[in-house]
RNA sequence: GGGCGAUUAGCUCAAUUGGCAGAGCAUCCGGUUUACACCUGGAAGGUUGUAAGUUCGAGUCUUACAUCGCCCA
């Protein structure tokens, strides 16, 4: 067996190995196994891996693995998403590097070269997923506009049609002007910033000024109201009066109405229900007029009079020192407010009149909540189920539309009746029959197809019989911060087209950032490159300390130290492994020994082994893979590795036969075991390290997932070793209090005591664990040896004697130490157990807990007394 | 304005039904003893943001407050 642990040449090797031997496809598992099926979510077909996906597949590729060896036919389907505006914008950006653009090249010439630009970046992602260890089944990779998706999106759209649950209709949206398209309310963000409140006065047909405030001047070539509040004193003459509108002179109503806060700067409002979502609903309610002033490009169009043709910026600027030469203008001041800006590029969007494609929502959010309500679907946590609900209780219609060329054409088509182009509607698979028609250029958001993912990769609408076998999924497993995005569209996509739940349970992961919360970025140069950990490290430790690092839900910062000590883990298990492979000998048996075969590190070993497997048991059964990690890695480093190892090099080296053999057979079944429980955090090392140790099977991936024998706890010896395990503890202390050589061996003497009997039998244990390497029993009725240090623990005590080296005032000063430490705990148990409520209230187990500690402690206390009162004055 | 989360060792994070607050890194003092220096023995470091409450017992449950972050309007 190597060496070192050489994951570059191992992981490709092994991960090979893997896909051929058809280990990641469910069929593995038998017709009969009960199916386990996780979504991968699609990651932008022309992205490249960030830390981000390195999260989501080290843990959904822990879920499905942990799945394929309880058996289940494990299927994790991967996939990657066309992304409409972020690749339409790369292929743009490629465009304009040519000197050309989009619109130069038209629409067919476009779309051959996005689909060339997927062509040659498409691969990269799932490349680097492999890189990652990833199970999923590569023969059921989909594309969101692939063949069949591409039925299913038109499938779906085509029957919500036909339900009356899509329009089309001129609506306020949220206008991207660089973009040119559409965004929907959650591709809006809203930005906190200082910006500029202009006050004014508006000026009244009947000579009065009114003052208004505006942060966005150039709208008020828009208004077409002015609002006061229905019940302010100030203005009641006021109401059903005009107004005019500054510069242009428009004439314009004065309204009332309730949503007019009082208390905010003069208490008017103007009103520009073609740019503010909230003066689109006054308008509504009012009947008023909707005047458009801006172009596609946000600059000011023919309705903006002398101003036309400017950016929207330029005007702001310009009409405001019109108004200050027409004596309008009362002030400007510093406003913090928030902007809504663009999620993609970060552009200011305007809320601008538009026709658009809809969904009406409701009828498919009440379903989805239901479902949630009804705990048909769980989400953990379970805090972001509240969430979900706010979420879909105040839902909006959906606009579907949008204004680009990479996507999903909306299957319409327009004939003009009377004068209006798109006056006649037909949505079909096919162009209608007859002349005239034009199909609609329009594309769908991007999270429309994303929505029939779970069902459209397994061949929806078509009823295959992957679909009947993996539909519907079990885990979806994914970001918190696409719950609404995705997720929430996802089950209602589901319900609505399959009646079923597109998963039982939704895992939703934090984001991953950098040291003081900081976003990875490669220009604050603080990113973490998941390819080049994985080329430096291998991606196990890349894996095991993004697993670790964090609880569900919560964003995490992530620590490079971590990877660091991940990475040395690799090469403990690494060494383990080496240790038990260099001391075996011809063929062993499988499985623990019986237990009167067993010595007590074994049995010691072997119950703490069935508690860690059934605490990570309990752990996985309640998501919290994390802390499951963490046990396995404590188990292994701290109780296997340094004890039992240890210890185990005594039986190996001067056992019998049969010594030696039991000690193999519990080396291998508690390492097995080990490597079991960590392939999922770690699947390259512990697979590679598996084939080093007798085992049955043909593969770690495929083997099965512990569980824990009851039959093998045994509270004695866990007992017994735990006190001797104190014992040398102590011993190692005292040694180097008393700058003992740590080479040097030793020997110690000890009074007989019944719980001395054990240490007895096991004086291996001390032998190579601290170094002594003699343990002599004095007779019963023999007084305290001289010139020893003692060393006490509960009701274990021995004596070394530290000849030359012992100063008999330290030894008096270090057992006074001693004393004292024991003493306060002593006090604190003993206080418990006086507190008559704790003994009646408090659970038995936990009494008699304090019970047995007050009774070693008690112990201790004695001995130390004693060792003091022989000793020291 | 409404909601959610966080606040624990210098830093990054844990802590399963309430039961002696733990890791890693950093710090200090030791050691290359035949699996591992990608190792190892030990030490130090905490009034768990503040103030009340419930309880025999609170990091954990309740209330209020503070600071930071996120989501929604």
Redesign the pocket.
């Known amino acids: 067996m190597p060496r070192?642990f050489d994951f570059a040449e191992a992981e490709a090797r092994i991960y090979a190995n893997w896909e051929a031997s058809g280990y990641f496809q469910p069929e593995a598992a038998g017709e009969a196994a009960e199916p386990f099926v996780v979504s991968m979510p699609p990651p932008n077909v022309t992205g490249s891996l960030h830390i981000g996906h390195a999260l989501f597949t080290a843990l959904e590729d822990l879920m499905i693995r942990y799945e394929r060896m309880r058996g289940k036919a494990a299927l994790w389907l991967p996939g990657t998403d066309h992304a409409g505006i972020a690749t339409q914008l790369q292929v743009e950006k490629q465009l304009r590097d040519e000197g050309t653009s989009r619109e130069a090249v038209g629409y067919e010439e476009f779309l051959a070269r996005t689909w060339q630009y997927k062509e040659e970046q498409g691969g990269t992602i799932t490349r680097q997923l492999r890189r990652l260890g990833a199970s999923c089944d590569w023969s059921r990779e989909r594309f969101t506009l692939d063949d069949g998706l591409s039925t299913a999106v038109r499938q779906a759209f085509i029957t919500l049609w036909e339900q009356g649950l899509i329009y089309r209709g001129p609506r306020l949206v949220n206008w991207s002007p660089g973009l040119q398209t559409a965004v929907s309310?959650?591709e809006v963000?809203?930005s906190e910033e200082e910006v500029t409140l202009y006050t004014f006065r508006y000026p009244l047909e009947n000579g009065e000024t009114l003052p208004v405030a505006t942060t966005r001047p150039e709208t008020i070539l828009g208004d077409t109201a002015l609002a006061v509040h229905p019940d302010d004193r100030r203005y009641q003459h006021l109401i059903g009066r005009q107004a005019l509108v500054p510069i242009l002179e428009r004439r314009i109503p004065i309204i009332a109405d309730d949503y007019v806060d009082r208390d905010f700067g003069s208490g008017a409002l103007k009103v520009t229900p073609a740019h503010d979502f909230n003066d689109y609903e006054l308008a509504q309610k009012h009947g008023l007029a909707l005047i458009n002033v801006l172009d596609k490009d946000a600059s000011m169009n023919s309705q903006a009079g002398p101003y036309a043709g400017l950016d929207r910026y330029a005007c702001r600027e310009r009409l405001w020192r019109d108004m200050q030469a027409a004596g309008l203008t009362v002030k400007t001041e510093p406003y913090l407010t928030?902007i809504p800006r663009s999620q993609r590029g970060g552009e200011v969007v305007e809320p601008m009149m538009s026709e658009q494609w809809y969904v009406r929502i409701q009828p498919l959010a009440e379903k989805a909540l239901a479902a949630v309500r009804a705990g048909q679907i769980k989400i953990v946590p379970q805090?972001f189920e509240?969430?979900y609900f706010?979420?879909l209780e105040?839902i909006q219609d959906w606009c579907i539309s949008r204004q680009l060329w990479w996507g999903h054409r909306i299957p319409a088509w327009y004939r003009e009746k009377d004068g209006d182009p798109h006056g006649e509607i037909y949505v079909g698979w096919d162009a209608p029959r007859g002349d005239g028609w034009a199909m609609e250029r329009d594309v769908l958001d991007t999270w429309f197809s994303s929505g029939l993912w779970p069902f459209s990769t397994l061949g929806w609408p078509r009823q295959t019989a992957d679909l009947a076998r993996f539909y519907p999924t079990q885990v979806m497993e994914t970001g918190h911060d696409i719950l609404?995005f995705w997720v929430a569209r996802m089950i209602m996509m589901g319900l609505w087209f399959t009646d079923k739940p597109p998963f039982h349970t939704v895992y939703l992961h934090g984001l991953v950032r950098a040291?003081?919360?900081q976003k990875f970025s490669k220009t604050l140069g603080n990113a973490i490159d998941p390819l080049t950990v994985v080329d430096q490290r291998g991606a196990d430790p890349l894996r095991f300390s993004l697993i670790t690092?964090?609880?569900p839900g919560?964003d995490?910062?992530?620590?490079p130290?971590?990877l660091?000590?991940s990475?040395?883990f690799?090469?403990?298990v690494w060494?383990?492994t080496?240790?038990i492979n260099?001391n075996l000998a011809g063929e062993l048996k499988l499985g623990a020994p019986p237990r009167a075969e067993l010595d007590l590190p074994s049995r010691w070993i072997l119950s703490r082994a069935q508690r860690l497997i059934a605490?990570a048991q309990?752990l996985f059964d309640i998501h919290?893979y994390?802390?499951a990690g963490?046990q396995i890695l404590a188990f292994m480093?701290d109780e296997f590795?340094?004890f039992y190892?240890?210890i185990s090099?005594h039986a190996l080296y001067h056992g019998t036969e049969a010594q030696q053999e039991a000690t193999r057979r519990v080396l291998v079944a508690v390492h097995d075991a080990c490597l079991r429980l960590l392939h999922p955090f770690m699947p390259f090392v512990t697979e590679e390290a598996w084939r080093y140790i007798p085992h049955a099977g043909a593969a770690l991936i495929v083997a099965e997932w512990p569980s824990a024998e009851a039959a093998l706890i045994d509270d004695e010896a866990e007992a017994q070793m735990q006190l001797i395990l104190e014992l040398v503890?102590e011993i190692?202390?005292a040694r180097?209090e008393y700058k003992v050589d740590?080479?040097r061996r030793i020997t110690a003497l000890a009074k007989p005591s019944e719980a001395m009997l054990a240490l007895a039998e096991n004086t291996q244990i001390l032998s190579r664990l601290c170094?002594v390497s003699h343990l002599s029993l004095l007779p019963a009725d023999a007084g305290d040896p001289t010139n020893c240090a003692s060393i006490v623990t509960g009701e274990l005590s021995v004596f070394l004697p530290l000849e030359g080296l012992l100063d008999l005032e330290a030894e008096c000063q270090r057992l006074r130490g001693e004393r004292g430490k024991l003493k306060a705990?002593l006090e604190?148990t003993q206080k418990?157990l006086d507190?008559e409520?704790?003994v009646a209230?408090?659970?038995p187990a936990?009494v008699q807990r304090e019970r047995d500690?007050l009774r070693d402690q008690q112990a201790a206390m004695t001995q130390i007394a004693e060792r003091l009162a022989a000793l020291c004055h």
């Open positions: 070192n309310d959650l963000e809203m928030r805090r509240k969430v706010h979420w105040n609404f040291e003081g919360g690092s964090g609880t919560n995490c910062n992530l620590d130290t971590r660091d000590h990475f040395r690799v090469n403990k060494q383990m080496s240790f260099m605490n309990y919290q994390g802390e963490g480093w590795a340094p190892l240890e090099k503890r190692r202390n180097g740590p080479s170094n705990q604190r418990m507190n409520n704790f209230r408090a659970q936990v500690r």
